[in-house]
């Protein structure tokens, strides 16, 4: 079985930064994609931003050049720094990846979501 445990959030005021951390654990033979989701109350999950093995990026018009992703592959772990935050940005944030435990088979998993508020 594989987990992905995030840390990281919390409350923080507009303008500020904090850094989101991903700890994939288990089972696992590969990682492939990993990513950062977010869902606002009343809203659909959208997509923050992901990277790739291969270490290619992806991100939301809404975050882009205020977010980075990266990974320690080392680790099996995903950060998302966030800066120049914004009470738009608030949200519960989700860790997601495509993992093998077996080779030929993927799995994709969410993690159980960190608490984000952008608040003066």
């Known amino acids: 079985q594989v987990q992905l445990v995030e840390s990281g959030g919390g409350l923080v005021q507009p303008g500020g930064s904090l850094r989101l951390s991903c700890a994939a654990s288990?089972?696992?033979?590969?990682?492939?994609?990993m990513g950062w989701y977010r869902q606002a109350p009343g809203k659909q999950r959208e997509l923050v931003a992901s990277?790739?093995?291969?270490?290619?990026?992806n991100y939301a018009d809404s975050v882009k050049g205020r977010v980075t992703i990266s990974t320690d592959n080392a680790k099996n772990t995903v950060y998302l720094q966030m800066n120049s935050l914004r009470p738009e940005d608030t949200a519960v944030y989700y860790c997601?990846?495509?993992?093998?435990?077996?080779?030929?088979?993927?799995?994709?998993?969410w993690g159980q979501g960190t608490q984000v508020t952008v608040s003066s």
């Open positions: 997601n990846a495509d993992i093998s435990n077996i080779p030929g088979v993927v799995i994709n998993y």
């Open positions: 990277i790739t093995r291969g270490g290619s990026t």
């Open positions: 288990g089972s696992i033979f590969s990682i492939y994609t």
